[in-house]
């Protein structure tokens, strides 16, 4: 049965504290169209910079996910996120006025019930399901830490934690959609051991913690004395110990550190940039494992368009450009005309063909006992294909020239050798404008992806002498 896209009916704001930073914060959700997907906004920095949630953009998972793009942060992201996917929501803007997501009450239960108060909308489009279509596997052997994903036709959670704490001992929860979100997930908070504070507060972090927004657990016995001096080191009031808690509250859930983690883990996930159908079951989760099996599962969404995506060569067919109308195209020569010919296209993108054979003089030094052939020409060849897109726009194109200015986000998958035929596939980014012409490039050997970027150039006239 297929599902709609979700936003909201109308915006809504909550205001509070940064965990770790501490700075008062307001984050105020806003309906985004139909395959916007999640974004995220500083609207406090200059030009009010996007970022977007997924997994790639994690540069550290130490005391939460903190995403990055472009030099811009936002910090302890993974309690909204799982608001989001807990009520199946897939197109929302988020404009924070800081660089953390307020903690609130440590849950995610204050995003969930101000979401539900904006109002919930079906719009007019599929929802993009990624479907687990084999045991995919994160593991841990040193720490124990095991994540697992399972085919399924729905999503769910299971985690398994166990701290050798005898305040905590072993715990267990699951999330199934049949479940609650609402009740049984979203009010589970946070939760530190009473030894981690000093460490934390030291290193300039929990800045905006409080005992109203975490459970603070106690593993072994500590002075009134002690507990005092942690409090005004905190600025707090003086509490004392109740069965093994440091709090002035009752646990939500005798099982609430867990179905802490289950939380993270929903929100983490959310990282792979589209809801997963499939089943998790995870021993000793936290936020660098969660996000590495978001990476294993979001590299294998990448292969499998990227294998949708493989230009098909038969080499019978006759050549949209061969060797001699590519020479009249592009101005290169010997030894630095790379492509021999060009077998597809069209107004967005350009297949081009380089034939890898021993004879390539730059084999004689790179390298003479295991000939590889160099990542620069492979974009050189990448860029070779491009130009010939770009040329194709132009009425007189013997009279322009392609001048690269820009290469970006290049990845080389595995080595080209001698006997390789290389497939090199171009397509347009957005519209030519001004001449700028900014291109996604791969490179295929077979059903191989052995490189891929994107690169921008400028389409000039060539100047009379």
Not at 3 to 14: D, G, N, P, V
Not at 242 to 252: A, F, Q, S, W, Y
Not at 254 to 277: C, F, Q, T, V
């Amino acid at each position: 049965m297929s599902q709609k896209q979700k936003t909201i009916k109308e915006s809504i704001s909550l205001s509070g504290k940064g965990l770790h930073t501490g700075y008062d914060v307001q984050l105020t959700f806003h309906p985004a169209p139909i395959n916007h997907g999640l974004k995220l906004q500083r609207a406090d920095l200059e030009g009010s910079p996007f970022i977007t949630p997924i997994v790639d953009n994690v540069v550290d998972t130490s005391r939460g996910t903190t995403l990055e793009e472009n030099g811009v942060q936002i910090h302890t992201i993974e309690h909204v996120l799982a608001s989001l996917v807990g009520l199946e929501l897939d197109n929302i803007l988020m404009e924070f006025t800081g660089p953390e997501a307020p903690i609130l009450d440590g849950s995610s239960i204050k995003y969930v019930e101000a979401l539900k108060k904006a109002g919930i909308v079906e719009q007019e489009a599929e929802k993009n399901y990624y479907i687990i279509k084999e045991r995919t596997v994160f593991r841990d052997e040193e720490n124990n830490i095991e994540l697992v994903a399972y085919p399924d036709d729905h999503f769910s959670v299971d985690v398994m934690v166990d701290y050798n704490s005898k305040v905590l001992g072993h715990q267990y929860a699951s999330y199934h959609p049949s479940h609650d979100f609402e009740k049984e997930i979203a009010p589970s908070r946070t939760f530190v051991f009473f030894h981690e504070l000093e460490f934390l507060l030291k290193h300039n972090l929990i800045k905006g913690g409080d005992l109203q927004n975490a459970i603070v657990i106690m593993e072994n016995e500590v002075s009134q004395e002690e507990l005092n001096r942690m409090a005004d080191l905190f600025n707090k009031p003086h509490v004392k110990v109740k069965e093994g808690i440091l709090n002035n509250v009752d646990l939500r859930f005798s099982n609430e550190p867990a179905r802490h983690k289950l939380l993270d883990i929903i929100g983490d996930l959310a990282l792979i940039g589209r809801p997963i159908k499939g089943k998790i079951v995870a021993s000793r989760p936290g936020h660098f494992a969660n996000t590495q099996l978001a990476k294993i599962i979001k590299d294998n969404i990448k292969k499998e368009l990227s294998r949708i995506a493989i230009p098909k060569y038969d080499s019978t067919k006759k050549a949209v450009y061969d060797i001699n109308q590519i020479k009249k195209l592009l101005p290169h020569r010997y030894p630095f005309l790379l492509i021999d010919k060009v077998i597809e296209l069209n107004e967005n993108s350009v297949v081009g063909i380089k034939n890898v054979t021993m004879n390539e003089n730059f084999f004689m030094g790179h390298f003479p006992n295991e000939p590889i052939m160099p990542g620069v020409l492979q974009i050189e060849a990448m860029a070779q294909v491009g130009g010939i897109l770009a040329l194709s726009k132009v009425e007189d194109p013997e009279n322009y020239q392609t001048l690269f200015l820009k290469i970006d986000k290049v990845k080389f998958k595995r080595k080209v050798i001698p006997g390789d035929t290389i497939i090199f596939r171009m397509e347009l980014i957005s519209p030519i404008r001004r001449g700028l012409v900014n291109m996604f490039g791969q490179a295929f050997v077979g059903d191989d992806l052995v490189m891929e970027g994107e690169l921008m150039a400028q389409v000039s006239k060539i100047k009379e002498n």
